[in-house]
């Protein structure tokens, strides 16, 4: 059982164009279409408890993620050892976890 943390972002477009979601630091890009939720996820294998340490992506405590935005994009700092993108329902947008290997294991199992 995985015992570190997880952390969810919800990221909706209610604009009317394409809104291109990048996340860093691993520069992956997916297009977020009008009315369309994207749940961008990230994990720590810290435990509770951990402090500060918890997100090795910032220097500053409990910052799992960090937005930039822009007109028409935005960008998204995981601050955790790896990410994952899913829609509302959890269905998984990529395949794989990117990251040097997530603490969680496969999240779908
Ligand atoms: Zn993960």
Redesign the pocket.
């Known amino acids: 059982m995985f015992t570190g943390r997880t952390a969810r972002l919800v990221v909706s477009n209610e604009g009317e164009k394409p809104l291109e979601l990048t996340v860093e630091p691993w520069a992956d890009t997916h297009r977020v279409l009008p009315k369309e939720t994207c749940v961008v996820?990230?994990?720590s294998p810290a435990e509770d408890g951990a402090g500060d340490d918890a997100w090795c992506g910032t220097s500053h405590g409990d910052e799992p993620f960090e937005v930039e935005h822009r007109p028409d994009a935005v960008t998204i700092w995981a601050n955790?050892?790896?990410?994952?993108l899913s829609d509302r329902e959890g269905t998984a947008i990529h395949a794989n976890?990117y990251?040097a290997g997530?603490?969680?294991g496969d999240?779908a199992t």
Do not use: S, W, Y
């Open positions: 996820v990230t994990h955790g050892h790896c990410f994952h976890a990251g997530c603490p969680a999240p």
